[in-house]
């Protein structure tokens, strides 16, 4: 994959780029003459512009885009970048969501691929725009970290979008508990900077992210999370448009932490192969699954890192009736 460029890959681990992402609009078909969609929002300028026939309308789309920066702003304080485009390319004859796919080099700009067919309903449970822009707020790192870029938009997306009231609470933990196994590591697996699979790139570096989001706050006694270390990364100026080693980023972060989290965590995984228990976890932060059904237990040894992590930083003080 070229430096700088990041593919959207399906929750469920099939191929990388869908079989729908894969058709593209086929040769000779016309544009839709509409005008592009300008937004200004988190302090950015978001253009988007449709390259070819879409059902959907203008404000369809613009709901959805605005939904997924709206989200993306709340995580990390503002949008990550002062200008990003978007080109909308709708694949002929077909419905639903596509792929997309995102470069840091000519400016932050997306590649999302929809169907011509798709409706107002399945952009409102999209989440694949909000992934590609979380894409923006990290520094552009070489292939053997590509892990940190997808495993942190992996992360970081499902939290974004409950934020915005756009994805039950609820169902964040429900996503990390079914899918975190993913990313351990397997038989003739090494760290993660030696690792490139699908599981451990995008749900190993997802594991990495929890881990260190648990570590932080309890290293800090519940005053400083990873969203604070990802913001302190973004404030020094650390987002896709720079090129930045994973060293540099981590040690920006842990010293607006004011404990080495990140780096000392990097360092446990980055050449070893390491398993966490993650059903130690799980009992500690209070998710519980029983017969197929979550609970929260509220008085797990963690379960007020649960609760933070799952709330936004403008309401922390409400955090109590939080999952």
């Not at 990550?80 to 485009?85: F, G, I, N, Q, T």
């Amino acid at each position: 994959m070229p430096k700088g460029m990041h593919v959207m890959a399906s929750r469920t681990g099939l191929a990388i780029a869908g079989l729908i992402g894969a058709l593209g609009a086929p040769a000779g078909a016309a544009p839709a003459a509409r005008r592009p969609i300008v937004l200004h929002i988190g302090g950015a300028e978001i253009t988007a512009e449709v390259k070819g026939k879409l059902d959907l309308t203008t404000a369809e789309l613009t709901t959805w885009i605005s939904t997924a920066a709206s989200a993306v702003t709340a995580y990390f304080g503002k949008f990550p970048v002062d200008r990003y485009r978007i080109a909308i390319e709708p694949i002929a004859g077909e419905g639903g969501i596509g792929n997309g796919t995102t470069w840091s080099y000519g400016g932050a700009h997306t590649r999302m691929r929809i169907g011509e067919h798709a409706t107002a309903a399945q952009l409102s449970h999209d989440w694949v725009m909000t992934h590609e822009m979380v894409h923006t707020a990290f520094p552009d790192q070489e292939d053997a970290h590509h892990w940190i870029e997808e495993g942190s938009a992996t992360y970081i997306e499902p939290l974004a979008r409950s934020w915005a009231n756009n994805y039950p609470p609820g169902q964040v933990w429900a996503d990390l508990y079914d899918n975190l196994p993913k990313g351990l590591p397997r038989a003739g697996d090494h760290g993660l900077d030696h690792t490139a699979t699908w599981g451990r790139t995008y749900w190993g570096g997802a594991l990495f992210c929890l881990l260190a989001d648990v570590e932080i706050r309890e290293r800090t006694h519940g005053q400083r999370g990873l969203i604070d270390a990802m913001r302190a990364i973004l404030a020094a100026g650390g987002n896709s448009q720079v090129d930045w080693p994973i060293d540099r980023a981590f040690a920006i972060a842990d010293k607006a932490l004011g404990v080495p989290a990140l780096t000392d965590l990097y360092k446990r995984l980055k050449d070893t192969p390491v398993t966490p228990d993650l059903d130690a976890l799980w009992r500690d932060l209070g998710v519980i699954v029983r017969d197929g059904k979550m609970t929260f237990d509220d008085a797990a040894p963690k379960a007020a890192i649960r609760k933070a992590i799952s709330t936004p930083p403008a309401t922390a003080a409400a955090s109590s009736s939080k999952p």
